[in-house]
């Protein structure tokens, strides 16, 4: 159940969100070019000693952010201000990166399309430091998974490299995230335009409103992003090192990217919007074709038969032997003639 913030003085700790795990796991991974350690479900009274490691890169990622009382241990432990903590739990943050005196502190969404084609978000938070590195994450599903990996296997240069490039690799999984997401989207979009070119259009109104919402959602995680990296690229910000400023300006090159394509999107969905509308209309105008072409055939057979329902005394034909078959001969002929006529002209 979520809780309001309302009334509340600045500071207090309210977790926002819906709980999406049992009980707050905390994994720890120590690690330097040589040697990694990884603690699985830590135990608060440890954490204090292995924050204190100097000889190493210190990593906790902390899953479940509804135990109020462990997070305030936790920010004790790792020197963390009751605003930032306030921040960490409220899950409706704008994504944003804030230089402190001793490190950082940033805030981004996560993005990805669940087993069940659902986009899930989830608010993902890190606090950097010198010599360790704190990750908040909502849910027990790891969306740091790629990286641990990477770190246990030996694989590329992250185990050489300090904190700042930690957060780098921690960043760059969520992007790319962003992209697969935006790659399923994009596979729905132009399957939507297929099922509009051919006349599939049962439910495309709701389809085309439904990945709208999708990108909406998208947009607002990514576009406060960009805006976010830019502050980790100036000179006056210490958190992160020259080295690792090339890895940072590639990440938000490829954020631009995902909001180029975002917005391309945007402009392919107004468009398929237009088209289903179009082809909506072109099909009403079918329909009225049609029967304005079967009013326009009985309008003479109307009136043939209307001449000859009057009653009146002295009207030969109808008592010639052959006057109801002439009739109907010449009203056939009519509706043939009428139809050779509309189908030379190409009106249906």
């Not at 402190?100 to 890190?126: D, T």
């Not at 992160?240 to 954020?255: G, I, K, Q």
């Not at 631009?256 to 107004?270: A, G, H």
Request: aromatic share 10%; glycine share 4%; with cysteine.
């Amino acid at each position: 159940m979520k809780t309001s913030k309302k009334g509340l003085p600045p500071g207090t700790v309210v977790y926002t969100g819906e709980q999406k795990i049992e009980k707050t796991i905390i994994d720890v991974y120590l690690y330097n070019e040589s040697h990694i350690e990884a603690v699985k479900e830590v135990q608060l009274t440890d954490l204090d000693d292995l924050l204190k490691r100097q000889d190493c890169v210190t990593w906790v990622d902390i899953r479940g952010l509804h135990d109020i009382d462990l997070l305030h241990r936790i920010g004790k432990e790792g020197d963390i201000h009751p605003l930032i903590l306030e921040d960490i739990a409220d899950v409706r943050q704008r994504p944003k990166y804030e230089p402190l005196e001793k490190g950082a502190f940033l805030v981004l969404q996560a993005l990805y399309f669940n087993k069940h084609e659902a986009l899930k978000n989830e608010q993902i938070s890190m606090f950097i430091t010198p010599h360790y590195l704190i990750s908040f994450q909502e849910k027990k599903e790891d969306v740091f998974e790629p990286v641990k990996l990477r770190l246990m296997e030996g694989r590329g240069i992250i185990r050489g490299k300090a904190t700042d490039y930690l957060a780098y690799s921690l960043i760059d999984v969520i992007v790319d995230d962003y992209f697969e997401a935006l790659d399923k989207l994009e596979s729905r979009v132009f399957a939507i335009e297929q099922d509009i070119l051919d006349n599939r259009t049962e439910d495309i109104k709701e389809r085309l409103h439904s990945n709208r919402r999708i990108l909406v959602r998208m947009s607002k995680a990514v576009i406060p992003w960009r805006d976010a990296l830019l502050k980790t690229m100036k000179l006056e910000d210490l958190t992160f090192s020259e080295a690792v400023l090339p890895y940072m300006r590639d990440l938000y090159d490829h954020t631009v990217q995902v909001i180029d394509r975002q917005e391309t999107l945007r402009d392919i969905m107004n468009g398929l919007r237009d088209l289903y509308h179009s082809e909506l209309n072109l099909a009403m105008n079918k329909i009225m074709q049609v029967l304005t072409i079967i009013s326009t055939i009985f309008i003479p057979l109307t009136f043939l038969v209307g001449v000859y329902g009057m009653n009146f005394e002295h009207m030969p034909e109808l008592k010639w032997r052959f006057g109801y078959a002439l009739v109907w001969m010449v009203m056939i002929g009519m509706a043939i003639l009428l139809l050779y006529l509309f189908k030379k002209k190409k009106w249906f």
